[in-house]
């Protein structure tokens, strides 16, 4: 049985996480490529449910707002989610759209192999707090490095910051990437530059979580 948190909340149409991939994704990619992405550049994200009624894609979804901003058509979007089930709800939603099974990363890093991977943006939005969540977007912030088809990146990370008792800072977010041999890698090898900007929201819903979003351009 799953958890009410994974199947059945719409996490990714709540008016605040909307509010916030509008003043981070949608900002960001205005800024960095105009009104609309080119036709041979992909938007990939771990994209959650995406769908809550079979084939029928959730309004103001991740996707659904992207398309609705014009800033992406719908076969520019790869989404990719570890859930089985979810991912069958996502994958019945919208066969115009790419949509995975998998570990972000390990999808991600399958396609550059394929030389079929051309991102403008990677929008990982994780639930992990800074300690754990910073191994991670190192990890892929690497794999983006190292690609040679990830050229012009935007490299987005969501962070839990303040969960029941637990609270963190974006000094603990940078700190915990600081001391990843991955990112010390890509830092030294790839033509990264943090975003001078942070943001921070509160959690879907009636959570009292408090969510961070970091910005990384590459290129």
Partial sequence: MKSK????MEYGTCPKKRQARTDTIVKSLRDNYGHTLPDNKQY???????SHEIG???DNCEPNQMIKSKLITPNQFHG?????????YNSNASQEMNWYLGDF???MAE???????NPAIVNVDMVYMPKRGSSYFAKILQL???AKEAKEVILVGNFVMES????SSIDDIIDGLEKQPCFQFSMHNGNWELGDQYYTYLGTGGDSTTMSTIIYHKG
Avoid at 5 to 8: D, G, K, P, V, W
Avoid at 111 to 117: G, L, T
Avoid at 164 to 167: A, E, G, L, T
């Fill in 5 to 8: 948190t994974q199947l059945e």
């Fill in 44 to 50: 990939w994200a771990m994209c959650g449910r995406c």
């Fill in 56 to 58: 029928q894609l959730d």
């Fill in 80 to 88: 990719v989610e570890i859930d089985p089930e979810i991912y069958e």
């Fill in 105 to 107: 990363h390990d999808v």
């Fill in 111 to 117: 396609y550059s192999n394929k030389h079929e991977f």
């Fill in 144 to 146: 983006l490095t190292t």
């Fill in 164 to 167: 029941r008792h637990w609270r």
